[in-house]
C-alpha cells in the first residue's frame, strides 16, 4: 500500500478518536451525582456546548478523512501493477524511437 496515504489515515483515525474519547470523558466527569452537569454560569454551559459540538464534528470528519485515505492506499495498491505496465511500455517504445532521431 502507499505509505503516505496509509500513515495520514492512521493519524487521523487515531485524532477523531481521541477527540471524540476525550471530550466524552470530560462530559462524563463533569456531571454531579444527580447525573446533572454543573456549570458555573449559563454562558459557560453554552459555550462548552457549542464547542464540544464543533469538536465531535471534526473529530467525526477525521474518522471519514480515515477511511478515505485508507480506501485511497488501496486503489493505489490495486493499480500498481497497471502503472508498471505502462512504464514499462513507455519505456521500451521511447528505446525503439530514440535511435530514429538521431
Known amino acids: 500500500m502507499d505509505t503516505?496515504?496509509?500513515i495520514i489515515a492512521i493519524?487521523?483515525?487515531v485524532l477523531g478518536i481521541g477527540i471524540i474519547y476525550w471530550i466524552n470523558r470530560r462530559k462524563f466527569y463533569r456531571r454531579n451525582?444527580?447525573?446533572i452537569e454543573g456549570f458555573s454560569s449559563y454562558e459557560k454551559s453554552v459555550l462548552v456546548g457549542i464547542i464540544?459540538?464543533?469538536?465531535?464534528l471534526?473529530?467525526?470528519?477525521?474518522?471519514?478523512?480515515?477511511?478515505?485515505?485508507l480506501w485511497?492506499?488501496?486503489l493505489?495498491?490495486?493499480?500498481?501493477?497497471?502503472q508498471e505496465?505502462?512504464?514499462?511500455?513507455?519505456?521500451?517504445?521511447?528505446?525503439?524511437?530514440?535511435?530514429?532521431r538521431i
Open 72 to 74: 485511497l492506499a488501496y
Open 76 to 82: 493505489i495498491e490495486q493499480d500498481k501493477p497497471r
Open 4 to 6: 503516505t496515504a496509509l
Open 85 to 100: 505496465q505502462i512504464e514499462k511500455e513507455l519505456r521500451e517504445k521511447a528505446k525503439t524511437e530514440l535511435p530514429e
Open 58 to 69: 471534526f473529530g467525526y470528519l477525521l474518522i471519514i478523512a480515515g477511511f478515505v485515505f
Open 33 to 35: 451525582m444527580a447525573g
Open 11 to 13: 493519524i487521523a483515525f
Open 52 to 56: 464540544e459540538k464543533f469538536g465531535k
